[in-house]
């Protein structure tokens, strides 16, 4: 039973680019949320995607954006990358978007911006 | 002030010994508490996933939730080397017809053989 997958695993962007991650939920889950973790702290939720629709957000400027597939995977991209924006980014996936199963993580992509 | 409070370590035990891990929280509206561990350029992994205030067990680990002091603890028994990970809290409220995770900052913790 595969869990929840990330690509690419590392990824090295200038500032001012652009940039797609990916993440394939664990068999079986369809919602999906992104979180970013800097260095030392806890992961930061960015946004949550149900049904392909965003269901919820964080406090991420609109650089962020994101989409779910009908098959439940789903994409994050940010735009204008700015330094600040290195982190190590992570997609948790979940069953039945509006009761509180636990979610489950994807190893993350590092993201590093020069 | 944050709304979860976690003692970001380092913590440093020998093998062998129980270790008590702890977070504080202010949002009486977290209804769900999960505990995560994470290694090295790896995810959070669900180690301890509970709801109602008292203790639940799983092996070597123990989850307890206090919600009249908004207190959440993990304690591992006979720690062992491959337990030396960071400790994450998170708790979740529902908002917006959907459950928020907010987690803590992690304790670092170096179990020591």
């Known amino acids: 039973d595969a869990g929840v997958t990330q690509s690419p695993t590392h990824l090295i962007k200038t500032r001012g680019q652009q940039v797609t991650l990916r993440c394939s939920p664990k068999?079986?889950?369809?919602?999906v949320s992104w979180y970013q973790q800097a260095l030392g702290q806890g992961p930061q939720f960015i946004f949550q995607?149900?049904?392909?629709?965003?269901?919820q957000r964080g406090n991420f400027p609109d650089r962020f954006s994101g989409h779910q597939f009908p098959n439940y995977s789903s994409e994050l991209n940010v735009n204008a990358l700015l330094l600040g924006d290195s982190a190590l980014y992570l997609c948790?996936?979940?069953?039945?978007?509006?009761?509180?199963?636990?979610?489950?993580f994807g190893d993350g992509t590092r993201l590093s911006i020069l | 002030q944050k709304e979860v409070e976690q003692d970001p370590g380092p913590l440093s035990v020998p093998e062998g010994a129980i270790v008590s891990l702890n977070c504080t929280y202010s949002n009486s509206a977290f209804q769900y508490f999960m505990w995560y561990r994470q290694y090295s350029r790896k995810g959070p992994e669900l180690l301890m996933y509970?709801?109602?205030?008292g203790n639940k067990e799983d092996g070597r680990f123990t989850a307890q939730v206090d919600k009249s002091s908004k207190y959440i603890s993990l304690f591992i028994r006979d720690s062992q080397p491959s337990d030396s990970a960071t400790y994450l809290c998170a708790m979740s409220e529902l908002a917006s017809g959907t459950y928020k995770y907010i987690f803590g900052t992690g304790t670092r913790l170096k179990v020591l053989a």
């Open positions: 995607y149900y049904e392909e629709e965003e269901r």
């Open positions: 068999s079986g889950h369809d919602t």
């Open positions: 948790a996936s979940s069953s039945t978007g509006y009761s509180n199963q636990p979610q489950h």
């Open positions: 509970t709801y109602s205030s």
